[in-house]
């Protein structure tokens, strides 16, 4: 398991240096079973690692949207919570003051009933966050491109998302979400096998 969870963090840094801005940002289809919302934002050696969801209607698989409606805008970002590694510390976030927000391009759905539609799109979010250790408080955010695809379904003749926002391809996606979740598992080992606590700003 550690072997694994390693290579997977390895990927992810690797992937990063070669072809990522500071921020990355996984946006899938919620389907009311948990979080679809995760983001890492890189400065240097330090990063940022949240988890959490979106609000249910917003980019999801339980509701359809009509051909020639429009998608997108704003909505709250619920963070369940999330890890900082700064100045070589690891510590515990977790959301506060209230949900943050997510802001995705706006466009409209094909009104001639296109099978399968895919845009580019830009997303972008903020929220504030408690450091638990040090009560320090930090405004999370950042933005990023990337495309979103909607198929028509031939049951109801809405649209629904065909997968999740992608940036890379869609076939990296996948192993760039394993490497947010094995540095999340490894800051969150390395933060309880701590035993001293210790101040810190982010800047």
Same mark, same amino acid.
Request: no cysteine; net charge negative.
């Given at each position: 398991m550690k072997r694994l969870l390693w290579m997977t963090t390895i990927s992810l840094v690797l992937m990063s240096c070669r072809g990522f801005a500071d921020t990355i940002i996984q946006l899938f289809p919620n389907d009311g079973s948990g979080d679809n919302f995760g983001a890492l934002i890189r400065d240097g050696a330090d990063f940022?690692?949240?988890?959490?969801?979106?609000? /249910?209607?917003?980019? @999801?698989?339980?509701?359809?949207?009509?051909?020639?409606?429009?998608?997108?805008?704003s909505?709250?970002?619920?963070?369940?919570?999330?890890?900082?590694? /700064?100045?070589?510390? $690891?510590? @515990?976030?977790?959301?506060?003051?209230?949900?943050?927000?997510?802001?995705? &391009?706006? $466009?409209?759905?094909?009104?001639?009933?296109?099978?399968?539609?895919?845009?580019?799109?830009?997303? @972008?979010?903020?929220?504030?966050? /408690?450091? /638990?250790?040090?009560?320090?408080?930090?405004?999370?955010?950042?933005?990023?491109?990337?495309?979103?695809a909607f198929n028509l379904s031939d049951v109801d003749g809405l649209y629904y998302p065909a997968?999740?926002?992608?940036?890379?391809?869609?076939?990296?996606?996948?192993?760039?979400? &394993?490497?947010l979740l094995g540095l999340l598992t490894l800051a969150r080992v390395k933060l309880r096998s701590r035993s001293r606590r210790v101040a810190c700003n982010w800047r």
């Open positions: 940022i690692i949240v988890r959490g969801g979106t609000t /249910i209607g917003y980019y @999801d698989l339980l509701t359809g949207h009509p051909p020639g409606s429009g998608v997108g805008g909505t709250v970002l619920f963070l369940d919570g999330g890890v900082a590694r /700064i100045g070589g510390q $690891f510590y @515990d976030l977790q959301q506060f003051g209230g949900p943050g927000t997510l802001n995705m &391009t706006t $466009f409209t759905l094909p009104a001639n009933g296109q099978p399968f539609f895919q845009v580019p799109i830009t997303l @972008d979010f903020s929220a504030d966050m /408690i450091i /638990i250790e040090t009560g320090d408080l930090i405004t999370v955010g950042g933005f990023t491109s990337g495309h979103v997968g999740g926002f992608a940036t890379p391809e869609p076939g990296t996606l996948g192993t760039v979400g &394993t490497g």
